[in-house]
């Protein structure tokens, strides 16, 4: 019990080089979610009632001259948009408001809306995390850069997968599973996602081809933070010569088109972790919440501002992602009930609706409780 008061006591200590960052990251992902969300419900015509950025109390806010209220509240873990109509940032329709509703009224509120338009105000929030990271990626790409290092082996280690398939130093990695490979990176990326699973190799070794089986071994590995993570390795390391290494600036399309890559590789990522997850291949420990995020953004935000608008991009693919699962309460959730009532000519009815609300606030709270639980056993043992 001491060491973890120990831990969260350096971690206290931390706190005002964890927050700003954490703030930071943070507030810019969320008020670009909420922000896909307030434009085409604006496009949509849907009267817009609060934008706010955190939950509780106003610190500070305005309106607009469309009568929308932004504000900025106390409580800095997430946001929402309100719409005319709703009972709360939620988008849980007040449904004693609604059949109160004139024709006038009718026509701004979202509840009245055709289950189209209500599924694309939704969904924009999702896309708009999507495209942040897009954007993001390819700035990243066209001013800074992208460090390439070949995928040539410079070194074997010792009773690694790598030995046993029969690898050697300077071979050169074409192709993976048939999948062509341009970069170390390429073939750690398949390797880290692909550990017990048999794979075929494909390297250049002195202008010859020759075709290699390797099996990744699972292994825990430790980041420049100490932050541990389980991983697929083969048992390489990269060719570090002049010749290998180079830095890379992409021009505004291929930049885009890299930045959607990278995106999709996350969004890949994340679903095989959480299939992998149910499938007993991987370990939930790995999922963090808000402390977590706080930590790793200090942490990213002393190597510079590149790796911490980096690290945003993540997180907002990530937020996206978990926002289009189908647990109500979540976008996700919207969309699926959405879905039903375009199958069936109409809506669910309002107890269907206010029972899957409930089970959806119980799996968001204790998804919250577990990661927060994650957090604070991983500052214990760190």
Not at 120 to 128: F, K, L
Not at 216 to 239: A, C, W, Y
Request: with cysteine.
């Amino acid at each position: 019990m001491d060491h973890v008061l120990t831990s969260l006591g350096a971690f206290g200590h931390g706190v005002a080089g964890y927050i700003v960052p954490f703030l930071f990251v943070l507030t810019i992902v969320v008020f670009f979610h909420e922000l896909g969300h307030f434009l085409v419900a604006r496009w949509c015509g849907v009267k817009v009632q609060a934008f706010s950025i955190g939950f509780g109390p106003e610190i500070v806010g305005f309106n607009d001259r469309y009568g929308t209220r932004w504000k900025l509240s106390a409580i800095p873990l997430g946001g929402f948009v309100k719409f005319f109509g709703d009972e709360n940032g939620a988008s849980v329709p007040d449904r004693a408001a609604a059949a109160a509703m004139n024709d006038e009224e009718k026509k701004v509120s979202f509840v009245y809306q055709p289950v189209g338009s209500r599924a694309a105000v939704v969904a924009a929030g999702p896309i708009a995390n999507f495209i942040l990271a897009i954007a993001i990626f390819a700035i990243i790409f066209t001013t800074v850069g992208r460090q390439i290092t070949s995928a040539r082996v410079d070194t074997v280690q010792p009773n690694s997968a790598a030995q046993a398939a029969g690898f050697q130093p300077g071979d050169m990695v074409l192709s993976i599973d048939g999948g062509k490979i341009d970069s170390f990176s390429d073939m750690q990326r398949i390797v880290s996602v692909s550990a017990g699973e048999p794979l075929k190799i494909v390297v250049d070794r002195g202008g010859k081809q020759v075709t290699l089986t390797a099996t990744p071994q699972l292994r825990e590995l430790k980041d420049n933070f100490g932050n541990v993570h389980r991983l697929g390795v083969l048992g390489i390391t990269r060719s570090m010569h002049p010749g290998d290494v180079k830095t890379q600036k992409f021009g505004p399309a291929s930049a885009v088109a890299e930045g959607a890559k990278e995106t999709w590789f996350i969004v890949d990522r994340t679903l095989s972790y959480i299939g992998g997850v149910f499938a007993g291949r991987e370990s939930a420990d790995q999922l963090g919440g808000p402390i977590r995020i706080a930590q790793v953004s200090g942490e990213v935000a002393t190597v510079g501002f590149v790796a911490l608008m980096h690290l945003t991009a993540v997180l907002s693919v990530s937020i996206g992602l978990l926002n289009l699962f189908p647990i109500p309460l979540l976008d996700g959730g919207h969309l699926l009930f959405y879905g039903i009532e375009a199958a069936r000519g109409r809506p669910l009815s309002e107890r269907s609706q206010e029972i899957g609300f409930r089970i959806g606030l119980a799996i968001v709270v204790m998804l919250m409780i577990f990661a927060t639980f994650n957090d604070i056993l991983r500052l214990a043992t760190s």
